[in-house]
């Protein structure tokens, strides 16, 4: 899975909101300086996450934009399907991937890739949506003992030195 830009900064922006004390607005130039980078480009996130529903923006002279809930109601699931695409995008997928040769997909009858793909979109969406802005706003240590609490049916791996954190299993539910 790759992470984009716009679902990083996008993120990152929702964050600074969401650190923002209750009823508080940030404008457009604050958030951008504040995580550097260029304000068009956060005009644009902002805009991105206004019309998915997470954020809303406050007319007037201390003007801006705020979390349209509460960190703990804002699910990162919903946070990436918003700036982003889905891992596996069934149906379309397989007629994005279909070979040099045909219009279609060679396996269509029975594809063991779209199982694969279909599954592994599903437990990284449930992981997901199990995250909050508020569980981010934790200190980065923390991040994992959330996860594994949450996700008691996942085994979890940290690589040490570089506190990557890798989903090793999932039941299925």
């Given at each position: ?20 004390d209750e009823g508080q ?50 699910h990162l699931g919903a ?95």
């Amino acid at each position: 899975m790759k992470i984009t830009s716009q679902e990083e900064y996008g993120l990152r922006c929702l964050m600074r909101l969401a650190r923002a004390d209750e009823g508080q607005s940030l404008n457009i130039p604050e958030i951008a300086a504040s995580e550097g980078l260029s304000v068009p480009y956060v005009a644009k996130l902002l805009s991105v996450l206004r019309q998915a529903g997470l954020i809303e923006s406050v007319r007037g002279r201390a003007g801006g934009y705020r979390l349209s809930g509460t960190p703990a109601e804002v699910h990162l699931g919903a946070v990436l399907m918003a700036l982003g695409e889905p891992l596996f995008a069934d149906p379309g997928y397989c007629q994005k991937h279909p070979g040099t040769e045909t219009d279609t997909c060679v396996h269509m009858g029975s594809c063991t890739l779209r199982a694969l793909w279909q599954t592994l979109d599903l437990w990284m969406r449930r992981a997901l949506d199990q995250i909050t802005l508020a569980d981010l706003l934790q200190n980065e240590g923390r991040i994992t003992e959330l996860l594994r609490s949450r996700l008691a049916d996942a085994v979890l791996e940290v690589a040490a030195p570089s506190s990557l954190i890798s989903l090793t299993s999932f039941s299925k539910d």
